[in-house]
Structures are given as structure tokens and as C-alpha cells.
């Protein structure tokens, strides 16, 4: 077999050394049909953007010597094939994990995202032939032949280096995986798919820093990840885009334990939603990795749930595991109390009635059959019920009133607020129904106030404070 030499890649590399004479190890048969394996799994891991997803996971889950989490990523698309590298370093179980790909030996491992095998097929997308190399060992994978060949005293660029040249031909191996070869006029569409899964990874990353995309060894993007709390991850973004994100771990109850003990699932249920609020962000569906189904409220959700099997969408077909997907969205939604006292927090009130009124929106627009109405519609409830309830408005003495006390400090002159406060529950506006809304509405135009506030965010109307409040 002709084994290509790994050439000095990037000058900024600490690992940078003229490439060594690799010494062969004994290769490793996989021992049934690889290629039909393969064929059959890539079938539902398609899309570059899956290719990124499952890149990261694997540096995300990836340590040092010493067991010190990776906190680098570099991805370089460069004529010859995608460069791919993290600052971890493989272990002898990662290698053989890797070479019998498939097996899935991450799935259960509290520590890992996913299942490592069957997530690393979806780079057969884009190589006939990946090449890993990490500390000073060389794995190449050879799906023609069904074997994997070792090698060891190599030199790469980064502590763990993956090397995916392009299937630009139509190879025997694409023809057998019946994959289309890559097409060299779709770089750039790929670079961007690139920058969007690291916008839409980093989220719920839990050690990678820094997230580096290169083209031929120039920098194209940087995404910078700072966590300056346990709850508060920042995303920045050499573009000079920012945005912080607030996280909220929420503990399962005992019931959901035990469940998750007997069906083998991870105990994990994290909310993410932005500090400041605006209405292009879309929330979204976790499965650790992001998929592309739309959460409909203003907050990610992460968990353990059950996908499809190409991972784009929770699973909804089977049941079973669409109870288990039901089950946790309820306690994510139960959890939206939390989420406005936090917000009350960090960001003020402006930010409760812009979450809040995002809530009700998206709960609103969803027809009474979809999948996730029952989720959406407690995200309401549970808010409705927490204006009412929770702390959330300071009077002017500083002291927390309920929420129609709070109004009526801020809108004193408003003849309509009164009367529609006093035929509400515990002094709430809006109630939950459309004609409550439209009511609270129209008693908010009527004010003719000055400088404009944030309850135009809530009720969709243009409303201001009294002149020089």
C-alpha cells in the first residue's frame, strides 16, 4: 500500500517538524463488511456541516497527557484534502475506537458527547481514506481493504491531527459507499457551513476555547469561547460579532432518574438563551450536537434526547422514545421561572417582558398539532404563573410589588389600566388569552407618554413613560 507523506502544514505551530520516516505496525482487519457498513450509515449522517458537528465532539472529548481537557481546534481546508486538529492527544483505547468504527465505545461514557464510531463515518462525505495521527502514532483507515494501517516515530502539526484528502474522483470507493465525489467549486460553501456549526456548537461546549478556521494555512475565522462563570458562556467572534449566552442546568426528578438509569440515557438537561434578547434568535433542539429542529421559544435545549437516526431532528415516530423526548421538553419548560428570575438578574426587567413576550409569540404561531405544542404552551403557562408569583418588578422604593402594582407605578395617567386590571387574575396583564392581550393593548396606545419602554416589546404596541419619570 502507498502511503502519502504528512507535510509541514502551518508556520504558527508549535508541533512543526520535518516529517519523519513512519515505521509500519501490523494492520488491523475490521472483520466484517466495511464498506457496506458504511454505505448504510452515511446514508443518514449527510450534510458538511455533520462532518464539523462530529469534529468537534471528538476534540471536545478529547484530553492531554495529563488529563487535561482539549481547549483548541483548528480546522484548515487546504488544496490537498481537510486539515482538521485539536490539542489532545489520543490514547491507545481511542486509536482502537476509532479503528473499529461503528462500535460506539463513547456512548455510554458520562464524560463524552456521543458515540464516537458512527459519528466519525459522516467524514466518508468528503475522503475515501481518513488519516489520523496523534502524539507520535499514525492510523490510516482503508475501507477498500477493510483494515486499518498503524504506524509509529511520525511528525504532524498539531497533538492530534486528522488529515481527510478530498474524494474529488469518482474512486472505487465512492462508488461502492454510492457517495458523490467532492466538488472543488463547493469550498467556500463548505467554509461557511464551517463557521455555522461553530456558532451552533460552541453553545454547549464544555472545554474547547478556541475554534480556529483556516484556508491553506491563512486565517479566515476565530471563534473565542469564555466562560468567566459556571451559567455565562460568551461567543466572540473575530468578525467582531459577540454574544453571551446564559446556561441553566436543571436537575431531573427522581422519577426522570430513574428512567434514565434503566433506558441508559445521560441525566443531562441544560437551557441556553441569550442575555440580551432579539427576535433573529431561533432556539434550538440538542442532542448534545445541535440539531435542526426549531425548539419554538427563545431558549436551546440540550439533553439526552432520542434523534432520527441522520440526527437532524428528535425522534418522534417510535412511541417510547418520543415519551422520553415529551417527558424531558416538560421539564425544561417547567424550568421557565427560573429563567426570567435570572434574567431579572442579570439584564433587568426589559429583558423578562422581551423573553416573556417571545414566549407567548411563539406559542401563539404554533398550530394546536404540532409536536411540540404541549411544550410550548407549559413554557407559557409555567411564565404566566411566574408574573404572577415570582419577584420580578421592583416598585419605586425598591421593594418587589406583583406585576399590576408595577404598571400602575410606571403608567399612572393610563384610564384603561385600571379597569383592566381589576377584572384580572392577581393583578396580571396580559392574561393568557388572545382577547386579554388585545385588550392590554389597547390600553397601552391610549397612554401618551414621551420616551418609549419595554413594554412595547410585550404587547407589540408602541408605549412611553410619563415626561421626565
Not at 486565517?219 to 469561547?225: A, R, S, V
Not at 431561533?282 to 434526547?305: I, K, M, Q
Not at 381589576?422 to 393583578?427: F, I
Not at 389597547?442 to 419602554?453: A, G
Given at each position: ?17 520535518v516529517m519523519s520516516s513512519p515505521v509500519p505496525g501490523q494492520p ?312 426570567l428570575t435570572d434574567l431579572q438578574d442579570i439584564s433587568g426587567t ?120
Amino acid at each position: 500500500m502507498t502511503r502519502q507523506k504528512v507535510m509541514p502544514l502551518l508556520t504558527f505551530s508549535p508541533t512543526m517538524n520535518v516529517m519523519s520516516s513512519p515505521v509500519p505496525g501490523q494492520p488491523l482487519s475490521y472483520g466484517y463488511d466495511l464498506l457496506g457498513g458504511l454505505r448504510k450509515d452515511l446514508k443518514t449522517l449527510q450534510g458538511f456541516g455533520t462532518v464539523i458537528q462530529e469534529l468537534l465532539q471528538n476534540a471536545e472529548d478529547a484530553c492531554d497527557l495529563a488529563g487535561n481537557p482539549a481547549s483548541q481546534f483548528w480546522l484548515d481546508f487546504r488544496d490537498d484534502g481537510l486539515w482538521v486538529g485539536n490539542d489532545g492527544v489520543f490514547t491507545d483505547s481511542n486509536f482502537e475506537a476509532i479503528a473499529r468504527i461503528g462500535a460506539g465505545s463513547k456512548r455510554y461514557d458520562e464524560k463524552t458527547i456521543g458515540s464516537f464510531g458512527v459519528g466519525f463515518v459522516s467524514v466518508y462525505q468528503i475522503t475515501d481514506q481518513p488519516e489520523i495521527y496523534s502524539g507520535r502514532q499514525q492510523l490510516v483507515l482503508s475501507p477498500l481493504d477493510g483494515k486499518a494501517y498503524p504506524a509509529t516515530d511520525v511528525d504532524h502539526p498539531w497533538p492530534s491531527t486528522f488529515r481527510l484528502p478530498w474524494a474529488d474522483s469518482f474512486s472505487e470507493v465512492r462508488q461502492r459507499l454510492e457517495a458523490q465525489p467532492v466538488d472543488r467549486k463547493n469550498i467556500e460553501n463548505y467554509i461557511e457551513d464551517a463557521r455555522r456549526a461553530f456558532a451552533e456548537c460552541a453553545v454547549f461546549l464544555r472545554h474547547l476555547k478556541t475554534l480556529r478556521l483556516l484556508q491553506n494555512g491563512q486565517p479566515k475565522f476565530t471563534l473565542k469561547i469564555a466562560r468567566p462563570d459556571s451559567r455565562t458562556t460568551r461567543l466572540e467572534g473575530s468578525d467582531g460579532q459577540v454574544i453571551t449566552f446564559r446556561r441553566l442546568d436543571i436537575a431531573l426528578s427522581d422519577e426522570l432518574l430513574a428512567e434514565a438509569q434503566q433506558r441508559g440515557r445521560k441525566k443531562d438537561l441544560t437551557l441556553a438563551y441569550p442575555v440580551k434578547f432579539t427576535s433573529k434568535f431561533t432556539g434550538r433542539l440538542y442532542a448534545y450536537l445541535p440539531t435542526r429542529e426549531e425548539s419554538h421559544l427563545p431558549v436551546h435545549v440540550n439533553a439526552d434526547f432520542y434523534p432520527n437516526t441522520d440526527r437532524k431532528s428528535l425522534l418522534w415516530d417510535e412511541a417510547d422514545k418520543r415519551s422520553w423526548n415529551e417527558r424531558l421538553l416538560q421539564a425544561a419548560a417547567a424550568a421557565m421561572p427560573e429563567v426570567l428570575t435570572d434574567l431579572q438578574d442579570i439584564s433587568g426587567t426589559e429583558a423578562v417582558y422581551d423573553f416573556a413576550h417571545q414566549v407567548y409569540r411563539d406559542n401563539e404561531q404554533l398550530s394546536s398539532n404540532h409536536v411540540l405544542k404541549a411544550f410550548t404552551g407549559a413554557a407559557w403557562d409555567t411564565c404566566f404563573d411566574a408574573f404572577q408569583e415570582l419577584e420580578l418588578f421592583e416598585g419605586r422604593d425598591g421593594s418587589y410589588v406583583d406585576h399590576g402594582s408595577f404598571l400602575i407605578i410606571r403608567y399612572p395617567h393610563s384610564e384603561l389600566l385600571p379597569e383592566l386590571l381589576d377584572g384580572s387574575s392577581a393583578g396580571f396583564c396580559p392574561q393568557r388569552n388572545t382577547r386579554s392581550m388585545d385588550r392590554s393593548s389597547k390600553c397601552l396606545r391610549q397612554t401618551s407618554y414621551i420616551q418609549p419602554t419595554f413594554l412595547e416589546h410585550w404587547t407589540g404596541c408602541s408605549v412611553t413613560f410619563p415626561s421626565g419619570y
